[in-house]
T-cell receptor, first 113, second 117 residues
Framework: LAKTTQPISMDSYEGQEVNITCSHN???????ITWYQQFPSQGPRFIIQ???TKVTNEVASLFIPADRKSSTLSLPRVSLSDTAVYYC??????????????FGKGTKLSVIP | KAGVTQTPRYLIKTRGQQVTLSCSPI?????VSWYQQTPGQGLQFLFE???????NKGNFPGRFSGRQFSNSRSEMNVSTLELGDSALYLC????????????????FGPGTRLTVL
């Protein structure tokens, strides 16, 4: 059961700002929204996490509207090294006392020189 | 602070054999989760261990099992290997269990690439 929906792929030129939007219509009240980045043959790397409004760190910004049914990851001035798969996740509680992260297909970002 | 380490990095086995993978979490982290990643199915949650107890289990057959030791190190075992078990197995550690804390950053290791022939 898909918890999140995001575009399969995106292309961008170097130096541009990239915005990847993720929908999570059934997000639970106490769930955070987390984004991970993964390079080939490596484990995912945490990028940013938020609950509502806007969160910014040294690598990205996360915009979350008031209804929390979607979120947008913003990568400023991308470079070739930002080419990776980006995953949007929310918590998943398949049963009482259980919690897991469910990864979707992710968005494959290709940065073009 | 050292990151999550996984051993071995690469492994080749034949069908029917069994395999044990090891994961050392970041110092101080008590939760270890395991994931399987394949080109077709993507990243799938296997199970989570917290304080030596399995807290969560994904939708995998009983051939997949794990355990956690008192120092939080974890092992994953796959018995009676099948061709379809060829995958990148990732371990992730976090400070607390996601069951209790929704804000719970997971730190992933580099993975173990298992090839079943």
């Amino acid at each position: 059961l898909a918890k999140t929906t995001q575009p399969i792929s995106m292309d961008s030129y170097e130096g541009q700002e990239v915005n990847i939007t993720c929908s999570h219509n059934n997000i639970a009240t106490n769930d955070y929204i987390t984004w991970y980045q993964q390079f080939p043959s490596q484990g995912p790397r945490f990028i940013i996490q938020g609950y509502k409004t806007k969160v910014t760190n040294e690598v990205a910004s996360l915009f979350i509207p008031a209804d929390r049914k979607s979120s947008t990851l913003s990568l400023p001035r991308v470079s070739l090294s930002d080419t990776a798969v980006y995953y949007c996740l929310v918590g998943d509680r398949p049963g009482a006392g259980s919690y897991q992260l469910t990864f979707g297909k992710g968005t494959k970002l290709s940065v073009i020189p | 602070k050292a990151g999550v380490t996984q051993t071995p990095r690469y492994l080749i086995k034949t069908r029917g054999q069994q395999v044990t993978l090891s994961c050392s979490p970041i110092s101080g982290h008590r939760s270890v989760s395991w994931y399987q990643q394949t080109p077709g199915q993507g990243l799938q949650f296997l199970f989570e261990y917290f304080s030596e107890t399995q807290r969560n289990k994904g939708n995998f057959p009983g051939r997949f099992s794990g355990r956690q030791f008192s120092n939080s190190r974890s092992e994953m075992n796959v018995s009676t290997l099948e061709l379809g078990d060829s995958a990148l197995y990732l371990c992730a550690s976090s400070l607390n269990s996601g069951v209790a804390f929704s804000y719970n950053e997971q730190f992933f290791g580099p993975g173990t690439r298992l090839t079943v022939l």
